[in-house]
């Protein structure tokens, strides 16, 4: 007799981890009694059956973009070296269960139908050579939606962070959270809470901006839609990946506690508490010299005892033993194992190597506390029951029974794609040229489309939308969905104008030969469309993305010097950049008769660009991030104290940006004024209100966003000059106005203190509404007052907004931008 034992359901004997009936506990209770110890580590282990192909035998796609010619076209860090270590087959790697099969659909190119088929396969290695049957969660990536053939691309995260839109996100989540559970899946890889801390890091694309208020809410959103279809969304990568010194991948981080715990963790806290995520994983980097993998700290004192998370903890693909090859703080993998397993990780993706059944001869020889294989047992088999893998009448056919109904790529998830990437279209500046059509424009008879990134749909695209993480190694396939480039989109949307194009130059590379092209076909033209930006890719394959580090932030390659060469035509030249990360667009905004910034919009991105262009579509996204006036320095983030700042006297560098964090433009115009404050002075515990009245006063209905930013004047800590509190969304009618009400507890002031406890401090707080982080025409202030108090688990982490009914028509508003303290 298997293990999948065929007899009906109704007629076999109901074991009591099998019974639904009974609290969860006592199941996972009853089969920890049930198995033996060889069968709880194995639950600690995972396999990826997909990760067969050595490096030798992956081509290389043409253009190559592998600096080194080795032709190694790895999706995870050193993917190569360890499928040639000999990792066992999946029915050996079962014998006693198995934890998580990794990426089925991620892996290589699969239909729906042909990867359902592959889950039920594996499932059943694993439920029939195992003695208890216990079914394994299969996990995959979904950054950019649901990474594998044929899937939805959806614009990158940087570009949901451009939205502002914490409800579109959700929505958007929920979508691909239904598609992966249809097809077996149980957990995504998703989402990146990491907040940007220098723009030159390769994974800015993949992360929801500078600012972690913004990072909390949206990402917030995203788990709450990923787990409303029941898939298991995963924190990462937790925690201080971002600040890694010289922005290199993996690279150490030097950081403080208090910078970790004030900018870097809030959404991580945010994603579990409101939330409700239960999955987290962690950083490769190490913070202060400790490598977040076996940070018993960050792990189980922060995660676990002070933030209440009851989920799992999943390691980084090969992290463990990274400990021993990388960090060189264990001695071997074993080893690794034991740190990793005793700092809190409880599951070792995507292959066992450091939780493996070496881990058995540990506990016996009385080396290791088999309690601690319990603890992570006990927390993977919760989810499993939670999931009803349990259940005594799961079966693998019935795991995947909506697989075959599933349209992965369907026409309402390309509504959805469409809705984000026209949200995330930031305008810079309208200049003279934008929008191209419309009452009093110049009939365009002739337009040049010009720049690497024009008619090449990936560069829309994030490193891990399955066209750019997987398909290189396929490049005879496309893309796997439709995908219009930009140039296709503009033929469509300007049918009345000739558009000729030349692509000038690559995203890489020194190669100059087609400007002359380039500039032949812009001079002849009415106008110029420069497109211009990254390609993502993955360890050096792209200008973007895991592993593709920055520099400094000129535009890639020689495209800088194409726009250049461009400007010197006298054609008016619009520039388009679309790109992962922001680039330092000076020397390009002062001769540009316009500007707009695309964050790799997905497979929409296209009609979307062309849209906003146009006109046809309203302008709405917001920066997530700054925009650097000048590519060396490094300007950091707009979080900074007032020496982080401009430091005139003090230093010859100017870290001001071109354009700020929040900035984004409209073809409509809007006010912000009448601001109103509820109370003068509030207690440390107590809370107030922000009121302002924000009209249309142009002749298009649009979209903005009121941002509330806060400032403590006098504290114990140097702070920043200001800081997001809290923002909202607002569509108006030309002429319509509305009231947006904040209501600011006082623990939205909490900061981490010299003592490194997280205190509201009583004072003076500077209180600034507007639509950036420089465009705040309403100021105002509030006095905290009363003792200072210690503040944890369990305070205000969301400023409430509210948006009502109009205090007046816009057209009305006379003054009212300092503070009416009622």
Known sequence: MTALDRTPAANRALRPWQDPALPMADRVGALLEEMTLEEKVAQLGSRWAGNDMAADEAPTPDPDPDPDGTGTLNVAPMQDVFAASGTIPLEEAARHGLGHLTRVFGSGPVTAAEGAAEVVRQQRVVVERSRLGVPALVHEECLTGFTTYGATVYPAAIAWAATFDPELVERMAAAIGRDMRAVGAHQGLSPVLDVVRDYRWGRVEETMGEDPYLVSML???YVRGLESAGVIATLKHFAGYSASRAARNHGPVPMGRRELMDMILPPFEAAIVLGGARSVMNSYADVDGVPAVADSWLLTDLLREEWGFTGTVVSDYWAVPFLATMHRV???????????????????LPDTLGFGQHLVERVRRGELPEALIDRA??????QKAELGLLDQDWTPEGSVSAAGAADLDSPSNRALAREMAERSVVLLDAGTALPLLGEGRQELSRVAVVGPCADDPRTFMGCYAFPNHVLPRHPGLGLGVDAP???HALRAELPDAEIVHERGCDVQGEDRSGFAAATAAAREADLCVAVVGDLAGLFGQGTSGEGCDAEDLRLPGVQADLLDAL????TPVVVVVVSGRPYA???VHDRAAALVQAFMPGEEGGAAIAGILSGRVQPGGKLPVQIPRLPGGQPGTYLQPPLGADSQGISNLDPTPLFPFGHGGSYSTFEVGDLRISDAEIPTDGEFSVSVRVGNTGSRAGDEVVQ?????VLAQVTRPVKQLTGFARVSLEPGESTEVRFQVHADRTAF???????VVEPGDIEVFVGTSATDLPCRGGVRLTGPLRVVGPGRRLVTPVEVGPARGTAAGRQGGRDADQS
């Open 219 to 221: 990402g917030t959103a």
């Open 330 to 348: 264990a001695a071997d993998t074993g080893e690794a194992g034991v740190q990793a397993l005793a700092a809190g990780v409880d599951v070792e």
């Open 377 to 382: 047992a006990r927390r993977l088999l919760s």
């Open 485 to 487: 480039s930009l140039l």
């Open 567 to 570: 400007a010197g035509t006298g």
């Open 585 to 587: 667009l000076g020397e």
């Open 708 to 712: 509330l930013y806060l400032h403590d």
């Open 752 to 758: 981490t203190g010299r003592d490194l406890r997280r």
